[in-house]
Structure formats: structure tokens, C-alpha cells
């Protein structure tokens, strides 16, 4: 068996800023560009915000809900 095939674990994340050549060496980091998002490995996106290049973006859009701070109806006994 000549080759990975587990499954890895991926993380959302967008890239604040691009690592300076030789900071992370064992990834090809050349392609990458800053302001974006990109779904990478979890290590790599755990290196990158551990060390203040990316931030995680969650993969749910946030819905907005309205409060209702009025007064509850309740049916009326008969």
C-alpha cells in the first residue's frame, strides 16, 4: 500500500495575511492569497491560525431573528 487514503479532516478559513517564504515549508503556500477563503487541511488551517494568518469561517450563513419584546397572547377562557 503505497499511499494515504484516510479521510482528513478539513476547516474553512480565510487567509488575513500570506506566510513569509520558509515559515512553513513542508506546505505550498505559493498559490494562496490574502482576503480569501479556502478549505485546507486542519492542520495547516490550525498552523495558520494559531499563528495570526487566518481566522475560521463558519460554513453556516447566520439568520437573523427578530425579538418580539411585546406582550404574549394568550387565548381567552371561555
Excluded at 479532516?9 to 500570506?18: E, G, N, P, S
Excluded at 485546507?40 to 495570526?52: E, M, N, T
Aim: charged fraction near 25%; proline fraction near 6%.
Amino acid at each position: 500500500m503505497n499511499g494515504n487514503h484516510t479521510p482528513e479532516f478539513t476547516l474553512r478559513i480565510r487567509l488575513l495575511a500570506v506566510p513569509t517564504s520558509g515559515e512553513f515549508d513542508e506546505f505550498h503556500l505559493e498559490h494562496y492569497r490574502a482576503g480569501l477563503c479556502y478549505v485546507v487541511p486542519s492542520r495547516l488551517a490550525s498552523l495558520l491560525i494559531l499563528s495570526g494568518y487566518a481566522e475560521l469561517v463558519e460554513d453556516r450563513v447566520a439568520h437573523a431573528e427578530a425579538a418580539d419584546f411585546g406582550q404574549p397572547r394568550f387565548p381567552r377562557r371561555k
